[in-house]
């Protein structure tokens, strides 16, 4: 369970949210909310992936990936430069642990400039915020 001293480090960079388990959800759930969650589940799938220590899982971790948020059309197509997706896509039939890196960070990279300032700035985060410093509040002046 988080607190407030987590909720406030939070707005010190995207890192610290997707580090935090309810500091992702929040972040999450704004995504959604401005139909671009595609990216962080994305971050997300690369973090797993690179985890990855069987050759016959990275094969398909890989591919998984690759339909998912690469290929044109693909249902949660993340936006990515041609030269990035072009890389990709010829190294696919034989996938390395760092084939999405580019990828990754391109994503990362747009999250931490753009989505991640907005969620600071949203309802989502406001209200996590306040919640917490009310519960801590509570939790130190009980008197109240």
Not at 32 to 49: H, M, P, Q, T
Not at 51 to 68: E, G, N
Request: with cysteine; aromatic share 12%; glycine share 2%.
């Amino acid at each position: 369970r988080s607190n407030a001293g987590d909720t406030m480090a939070w707005s010190e960079s995207v890192d610290t949210v997707l580090a935090n388990k309810e500091g992702l959800a929040a972040f999450r759930t704004f995504l959604k909310s401005e139909f671009s969650e595609e990216n962080v589940e994305f971050w997300l799938a690369c973090e797993d992936f690179k985890k990855t220590k069987s050759s016959t899982k990275i094969a398909l971790k890989a591919q998984k990936i690759y339909s998912d948020f690469i290929q044109a059309d693909a249902p949660k197509e993340i936006n990515i430069d041609f030269h990035t997706k072009n890389n990709i896509s010829q190294s696919i039939s034989e996938p390395t642990l760092s084939c999405f890196d580019a990828a990754q960070s391109s994503v990362y990279s747009l999250m931490a400039k753009d989505s991640f300032p907005r969620f600071l700035r949203s309802e989502v985060y406001k209200e996590l915020a306040k919640k917490h410093q009310d519960r801590n509040q509570k939790r130190w002046l009980p008197f109240l």
